[in-house]
Nanobody
């Protein structure tokens, strides 16, 4: 059972930045960030395979950067130029076993999930 622990959430002004972290209890091959705003479906934000191949949802491209420190089993999400629409609970997700090199943004591809960290962007 892989445990995932997110941190780094908080309140920020529009246009500000925030860096989220997610520490995994063991090595995970494929990881991703998802988010869920009140009353909305959980949606993908970004994903990464190993520390190399990345993928982003269109709404965050150019503003968010996903990265992974494999030595520390830690996933990061650097969020810049934040907007009120980015307000949500952000969740880390992981898949341990190797499948392919596709940094998928599909929820069902991920086996393990963290408890989430809240990001609130004030207008």
């Amino acid at each position: 059972q892989v445990r995932l622990m997110e941190s780094g959430g908080g309140s920020v002004q529009t246009g500000g930045s925030r860096r989220l972290s997610c520490v995994a209890s063991e090595y995970t091959y494929k990881m991703a960030w998802f988010r869920q705003a009140p009353g909305k479906e959980r949606e993908a934000v970004a994903s990464i395979v190993r520390d190399v191949v990345t993928n982003y949802v269109d709404s965050v491209k150019g503003r968010f950067t996903v990265s992974k420190d494999e030595a520390k089993n830690t996933l990061y999400l650097q969020m810049n130029s934040l907007k009120p629409d980015d307000t949500a609970m952000y969740y880390c997700a992981a898949r341990v076993e190797f499948t392919d090199w596709t940094p998928t943004l599909l929820k069902y591809e991920y086996t393990y999930w963290g408890q989430g960290t809240q990001v609130t962007v004030a207008s």
